[in-house]
């Protein structure tokens, strides 16, 4: 097992990286003050895994609320239902919530333990690789709203991460390629050699190679945390993890959530946004040609929705949360590895790029 530490002062807490954590107390024990549990999973992940991490819990009073799968039901109405649970089963302010799933699981479930009671303990144990890379770590919790994503929350840091790498044999193919989406999505912003480690690697990780996946998680991981322990409520620095995701939130409200995974969006975004610094004569063409050619090798879409108009995408990032005083803010790229946060890319290639489809990065 390997541990990682997210560094936020008297809010510090691990990330634990390894296989059958599930089953280990001691990843789970010292971080649950009083005697209730509340595990909160889905339809998908809790037949798979519930049994097992209970198997960690004996001596404590463990309920669970099991919520509908699927983006779409990443809802206020959803989070209702924890609150709920919580309230029929007398859970008090020493409880603990569990968030055993992906990002939709995840992020509800710290929404919830921030809001409940004004605030309880939680653990993330992501099993999907996004969350594992992702949604878990860094204290981001929320739902969507119709007219734009992740845009009702609250920033609420875990106790701890608990990744258990064996989860992933289960992952369909599609949710493991979003997941790769954000592992790329690090070495796009401030790794050049995790980049290069990836244009070699990326068949072993679309094959689910568990040591090739653990290095991508634990990479990914150390820098989310560190760019988390710099900048925790996105000020600065941590706006830079939100590459590809202004483009990648459009796509997700304007088509529906749940029809475009995450990722997928973020990857199309992420190639969107090469291309507009290109456009821009920031980024070499020859990078967005290689960028495509990864994300296509990692079964990742590089075509957006053939059905959006510029307009479409201009209304959806208009209420995004980068955006200041009205004007749209996006994380670009001035070369592999070397991510910016800019308010100056002009009107007009913006334009271009929205309307590019399937000619993205043919400057």
């Not at 999973?41 to 037949?47: I, M």
């Not at 924890?82 to 710290?110: Q, Y």
């Not at 997928?264 to 020859?286: F, I, P, Q």
């Not at 208009?318 to 790229?333: A, E, F, T």
Request: aromatic letters at 6%; a negative charge.
């Amino acid at each position: 097992m390997a541990t990682l530490n997210v560094d936020l002062g008297d809010r510090s807490y691990p990330i634990y990286i390894g296989q059958d954590l599930l089953n280990s107390p001691d990843c789970f024990r010292p971080f649950i003050h009083g005697k209730q549990v509340m595990i909160v999973s889905n339809t998908t992940v809790a037949p798979l895994y519930l049994e097992a991490i209970k198997s960690s819990l004996e001596g404590y009073q463990v309920d669970e609320v099991i919520l509908p799968d699927g983006e779409e039901y990443k809802t206020l109405d959803t989070v209702n239902l924890i609150f709920s649970a919580l309230l029929e089963k007398a859970h008090n302010r020493k409880t603990t919530l569990i968030a055993l799933g992906g990002g939709v699981v995840g992020d509800m479930c710290g929404f919830a333990a921030a809001c409940y009671q004004r605030g309880v303990n939680f653990i993330q144990v992501p099993t999907t690789l996004l969350s594992q890379v992702d949604s878990s770590v860094g204290g981001k919790t929320g739902v969507n709203h119709p007219m734009g994503k992740n845009m009702i929350g609250a920033f609420y840091q875990p106790q701890c991460v608990v990744i258990d790498t064996a989860t992933l044999k289960t992952l369909p193919e599609r949710e493991l390629a979003a997941g790769i989406a954000e592992v790329i999505k690090y070495g796009l912003i401030r790794d050049q050699a995790f980049y290069s480690w990836l244009t070699d690697n990326i068949s072993r990780l679309s094959e689910c190679d568990l040591d090739a996946i653990t290095h991508a998680i634990l990479v990914s991981c150390q820098c989310k945390a560190d760019v988390v322990a710099e900048d925790e409520r996105e000020s600065g620095v941590r706006a830079l993890l939100n590459l590809g995701h202004t483009f990648g939130h459009a796509i997700e409200a304007h088509q529906g959530y749940g029809k475009w995974l995450h990722g997928e969006a973020v990857a199309t975004g992420m190639l969107m946004a090469a291309d507009l610094s290109a456009r821009m004569g920031w980024l070499k063409n020859e990078s967005v040609d290689s960028l495509r050619a990864l994300l296509a090798k990692a079964n990742l879409p590089v075509v957006p929705p053939n059905d959006m108009s510029e307009e479409d995408y201009l209304s959806r990032m208009k209420v995004d949360k980068k955006v200041l005083d009205g004007v749209i803010r996006l994380i670009l790229l001035k070369g592999i590895g070397d991510a910016v946060v800019t308010d100056e890319a002009p009107d007009q290639l913006l334009r271009q790029t929205l309307s590019a489809g399937d000619r993205l990065g043919q400057v």
